[in-house]
């Protein structure tokens, strides 16, 4: 009796050795294989924050994840899950003068490129709304590059949808050379080759393939 209990006891005590050495398996590391550049530099949750530009407060970001990589070539931020950014014209009380949201975002610190993707949204002080499935923006050239399913709603409900448009917003301008449908309160006219203004009250269109009064033809879906 007194043999059996020997070897029950050693046979626990061989269990914890083993336990432990697992254990400190498990939680101890010598670094290797570990890429420092590839590893965020900082990983922030539940963020609302202002940015500054040139050291005055330009935008205003919402977001529940923020990645910051300053330690790669390219130094970039990404958002997974969703972002929210705007562009403030008077910081004094906050007045929004631009908003964008989507799914996810990447921006490029070095070429001041932001990259929106999934379910963008972008309001603009005229009261216009652009919705498409991803988007670009060149912070030094001031232009955004629309992709995907792409409808601009101006605030007199008219619309343009196409599947690749830009907005030079230095000089106020959409332009594309893709094909685009504009819907206005009594017609629908579609073409190829499109340019207006940010209201899209002046407009041209270089091919027009049809124009149609609305209520005599239903026009099929892009």
């Not at 530009?53 to 205003?60: A, L, N, Q």
């Not at 819907?183 to 407009?203: C, H």
């Amino acid at each position: 009796m007194k043999e059996s209990r020997y070897y029950f006891i050693i046979a626990i005590l061989i269990i914890i050795l083993i336990a432990s050495g697992c254990k400190d398996d498990i939680g101890t590391t010598d670094g290797k294989g570990m890429d420092p550049s590839k590893m965020p530099t900082m990983v922030s949750h539940n963020v609302q924050t202002l940015l500054s530009d040139s050291g005055e407060t330009r935008y205003r970001i919402t977001t529940k994840t923020w990645q910051a990589f300053e330690n790669q070539e390219n130094p970039h931020w990404i958002f997974p899950d969703g972002l929210i950014a705007e562009e403030l014209e008077d910081t004094t009380n906050f007045k929004v003068k631009m908003s964008m949201k989507c799914d996810s975002a990447h921006y490029d610190r070095n070429l001041r490129m932001l990259n929106l993707v999934g379910n963008v949204t972008i309001h603009d002080n005229n009261g216009g709304e652009i919705t498409c499935d991803s988007a670009y923006y060149d912070e030094e050239k001031t232009l955004w590059s629309l992709n995907s399913m792409v409808i601009i709603t101006n605030s007199d409900g008219s619309k343009i949808e196409t599947n690749q448009m830009y907005w030079d917003r230095k000089s106020n301008k959409y332009y594309s050379d893709s094909f685009i449908r504009m819907r206005s309160k009594d017609k629908i006219l579609e073409g190829y080759g499109y340019e207006s203004n940010d209201r899209m009250t002046n407009y041209s269109v270089n091919k027009v393939q049809a124009i149609v009064p609305v209520g005599d033809t239903k026009m099929p879906s892009m």
